[in-house]
């Protein structure tokens, strides 16, 4: 028998953004009524806690994945890579990397050109409410870091305080990462942190799967969701929040009937709004490696991180003011690290990429998995924008300030050619952003309060929501979207 409850507010994933809507919400006012449903379960696998076992929770901790991989890609010699996207109470940050970047004035600045509202001095204070919450711990500085940093500046770059609050990220720097504690670091989730079940307004469900939004014409008016192989039935009072991230929101969207009429149309799924642009415009970051053997009389340096806690913002058009490559430093002692022991890596991740990809449906069946295309390396200038990052980590890595921890370039081979290396081995950084872009524009899937275009009563606030890519990993402005779209809400109340 299908089970049918009543709420406010339904906000669908407890992920980086789901869990500051969820809290937030119920903080504002007590007398509404929230539910928070995620598809996954609590995290209860001690190791998942501990920043630097993150390569290893990474490859061994299924139970928390969806398990999505790309169509093959064919300018990555047809490689299917692994989308990596976490199911469960915290959502990816309970796999990710932890690393904590705001991104640029100038990202957001040409956020609020497309999308008012969404400038740097707007964005700004929700970054810092985040904050307030949220521990940002900056790393520290090592023998083999302050070596990394005369090679780095050996290549020509300054070091920059902090790349968050410095007037630009230009330069290297010790990494920050949201991860608390003084002896024992622990990873920080916002569901952790901001824990949304503290609140008695809301009910938290995990382990429920939804597999459509319902709607009265155009008005979204509740939520299917499966639990314990159950039906379940939520109506609203107010609005639904769908924050089930850059992969799993569109694919809900155009399950519940939203999306492009035509793609709608092969599955059968009746037509609730033509929104094109859904699962359109995926953006996503890739990154080249470099690695070296370190020498016998070298200890391994080993960080309490799951990267070393240094990292390097530069840019493929050597110009301090279009940044597009932030390297970040890996060494063979992190856990379940995927290279040998004896080794330090740079790994440049290339930013501000022009390729799009796509995520679409597959079938009408919500079990099945979306097709996602990322389009790595489809548009022009993409590959030698990889070309000229992987020659900057070639570079850095052999200055002189990191000889005594170099014994010979392990990656790319020396004399090896680079396309070829990158075709065979740049990856996916996990930066999948856009596919429910924002905007002004008639085609663009939520306007600039996050409301999905054509229908009232449900917005989008996640990942996928970002008008533009940024300079940075993707973590921190999902949760100053967030903050910034409950916000929003509670000023549409008082309208
Ligand atoms: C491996 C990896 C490493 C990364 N490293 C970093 C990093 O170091 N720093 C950084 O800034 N960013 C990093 N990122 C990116 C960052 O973690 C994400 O951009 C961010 O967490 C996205 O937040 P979100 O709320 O949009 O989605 P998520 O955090 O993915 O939350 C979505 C939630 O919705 C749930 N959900 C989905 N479908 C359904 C459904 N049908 N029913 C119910 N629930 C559902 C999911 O289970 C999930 O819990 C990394 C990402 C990955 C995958």
Known sequence: MTKIAHYDYIVIGAGSAGSIVASKLAASDESVSILLLEAGGTPDNEKMWTPSNWFEVLQKCPEIEWGYQSVPQPNLNNRVIKLAQAKVLGGCALHNAMVY??????????????????????????????????????????????????????????????????????????????????????????????????????????????TRILFEDTRAIGVEYVKERQQHLAYIHNEIILSAGAIASPKILMLSGIGDENELAKFDISVVANVPEVGQNLYDDLFVSVGFSIPQNKDVPFYDYGLAPAVIFASTENSSSVIDIESSVGVGT???????????????????????????????????????????????????????ALQLGIDIGNQLGLSQWRLKQIAPETGADLETYIRETADTTHHYCRTCRMGTD??????????????????????????????????AATMMIADKGVDIIIRSLQC
């Open 101 to 210: 970047v705001r991104g640029s004035r100038s990202d957001f600045d040409a956020w609020g050109k497309v999308a008012p509202g969404w400038s740097w001095n707007d964005v700004l204070p929700h970054f810092q409410n985040v904050e307030q919450i949220m521990k940002v711990l900056t790393g520290e500085a090592s023998e083999f870091i302050n070596d990394l940093f005369t090679a780095a500046a050996q290549y020509g770059l300054p070091h920059n305080p902090n790349y968050n609050t410095s007037e630009s990220q230009y330069g290297y720097a010790l990494f920050q990462f949201n991860v608390t504690g003084v002896f024992n670091l622990i990873r920080e989730t916002t569901y952790s942190t901001f824990q949304p079940e503290q609140y008695h307004n809301v009910t938290v469900h995990p382990m429920a799967f939804v």
């Open 334 to 388: 992190l856990k379940g690290f995927p290279g040998p022991e004896r080794s330090f890596w740079l790994w440049p991740n290339i930013m501000h990429l022009k390729s799009r990809g796509t995520v679409t449906l597959r079938s009408s069946n919500p079990n099945d998995t979306p097709m996602i295309d990322p389009g790595y390396l489809t548009a022009l200038g993409d590959i030698q924008m990889c070309k000229t």
């Open 442 to 475: 008639r085609d663009s899937v939520v306007d600039t309060e996050l409301r999905v275009r054509g229908i009232s009563g449900l917005r989008v606030i996640d990942s996928s929501v970002f008008p533009l890519s940024i300079t940075a990993n993707t973590a």
